[in-house]
């Protein structure tokens, strides 16, 4: 099994910055790719960034040139950089580790962009 401990969330102004980490232990070899998605009150959780085991990325293309997901392997952490935010990103953000047992989740953190 994989656990997975998220920080970084919290209330910015509209065009500030904040940095998600998600801090990963467990079965961490057993991990294919790890994302984050975000859900917003009334609607489907969406993905926002992921990153393979081989380093490659995807990005939704609502955040793409804003947002920044990258990795420390030797802290096990993925983090995402989030710049320019906008209203329409507030949500609660789950990290999410894709592994050979399945998908495991973090408990969420809430992002709040408003002025």
């Known amino acids: 099994q994989v656990q997975l401990v998220e920080s970084g969330g919290g209330l910015v102004q509209p065009g500030g910055s904040l940095r998600l980490s998600c801090a990963a232990s467990?079965?961490?070899?057993?991990?294919?790719?790890m994302g984050w998605y975000r859900q917003a009150p009334g609607k489907q959780r969406e993905l926002v960034a992921a990153?393979?085991?081989?380093?490659?990325?995807n990005y939704a293309d609502s955040v793409k040139g804003r947002f920044t997901i990258s990795r420390d392997n030797a802290k096990n952490t993925v983090y995402l950089q989030m710049n320019s935010l906008k209203p329409e990103d507030t949500a609660v953000y789950y990290c999410?580790?894709?592994?050979?047992?399945?998908?495991?989740w973090g408990q969420g953190t809430q992002v709040t962009v408003s002025s």
């Open positions: 999410n580790a894709d592994t050979v047992e399945g998908d495991y």
């Open positions: 467990g079965s961490i070899f057993s991990i294919y790719a």
């Open positions: 990153i393979t085991s081989g380093g490659s990325t």
